[in-house]
């Protein structure tokens, strides 16, 4: 399930960030994605509820 899960995120979004919405290292790469003006998706692993099934997959 979780394999699928990612599986979906990925191929619809060119750019996907896993992340944690405490973690500053990854707020430093949405914000510096952001200023690109890059499109990107932000997969909250400690928002999300199938979390834990995608953080064993990373």
Do not use: T
């Not at 896993?18 to 990854?26: E, M, Q, V």
């Not at 997969?43 to 953080?55: M, N, P, R, T």
């Amino acid at each position: 399930m979780a394999l699928s899960k990612a599986k979906e995120i990925v191929s619809k979004h060119p750019v996907v960030v896993f992340s944690k919405s405490y973690c500053p290292f990854c707020d430093r790469v949405k914000n510096l994605l952001s200023q690109l003006g890059a499109n990107y998706n932000a997969i909250e692993l400690d928002v999300e509820s199938e979390s834990s099934a995608l953080l064993l997959l990373l």
